[in-house]
């Protein structure tokens, strides 16, 4: 799948920003893991060919830690990263050529704003011809390569991105057709202490746990709030919520376990009995309570939106892919 993120210029770290998809115009440095030679032609897309050189530069992008694992992408990790990189490379070139079939151009004060703000990154006018000479041999190659990468994006904004905005009476629509999705269970915010036994624990060590737990139970009960509840935990319980004063947060009728069920017919400020589980025995405090409820579709219809949005753009950049490979001739 082809994103927007892929289409951007990488111009590496060293202070030429950032993006996921180098053009086949690179100069970056080959892989480690490449052949000796940089031009070996990995693929051909209606006879334009791309190189391993072009191969190792995605490679990098997916693969980010590649200076820090020595110039080198860990041998397990190799043939998925290639592959991915093989396929980003390929759609870049497909994309590409679809551009220049649009005639699409780069408005000239994007560009030149790209760059200002490219130039303004270095620390100085020197440093900044520097890093482009040693990366792309002159500014012009450099200037072709950012051209390239704006057409690119545009071609994906205008298929991809701008035709998977999902409007406010979409939203709405979906949150009415699917309104049972959209109730929030009933739930309970809990505090526990825990006394645990081992896995394959004997009757006589289950035994020492539940007598420990009901030691605890009566200092449990005298706590008058959730900070004495809190302490207490912190200083007796051993399950893992221990380090954040017992503190569950919000638990869902039907995601505890049967033997909890009885919190969600308590009132906040109460505690439990000692409750066994597969695990060991537990003091419940219940700190408050919400019932079943619908959820309004102000509180979703952001979140909804985002949703509907990534699963159209999914969507839609399959297709586009499809529809540009489909009168390809790839070779690889």
Known sequence: MYRLAGVLLILCSMGLAQG????????????????SSSTAVVARVNGVALTQADLSDQEQVIFPYFRMHNGRIPPSA???IRREALHRLVLDELLYQEARRRNLKVPEAQLQKGLRELRESFRSPEAYNA????????????????????????LWSTEVTRKSVVTA?????????????FVRPEAASIQSISIMFPKDATEQQKQQARKRAEELLPKARAARNYEEFGI???????????????????????????????IFSMKPGQTTGVLQSREGFHILRINDHQPQRQMKFEEISDRLRKELEAKRLEER???????????????M
């Open 317 to 331: 950049a399959e297709r586009f892919e499809q529809s540009l490979r489909k009168n390809a001739k790839i070779e």
């Open 20 to 35: 996921p998809v180098a053009s086949h115009t690179s100069s970056m440095p080959t892989s480690a893991n490449a052949p």
């Open 232 to 262: 207490l935990a912190e200083q007796v319980s051993e399950d893992p919520w221990r380090v954040m004063m017992g503190d569950h947060k919000w638990k869902h009728r039907g995601e505890v376990d049967p033997e909890f069920e009885p």
């Open 78 to 80: 190799e043939p998925e």
């Open 131 to 154: 890093a482009v000479a040693k990366k792309y041999g002159s500014a012009a190659a450099l200037e072709s390569r950012i051209r390239r990468s704006l057409v690119v994006r545009e």
């Open 169 to 181: 009476a979409e939203v709405r629509a979906y949150y009415l057709k699917n309104k049972p999705r």
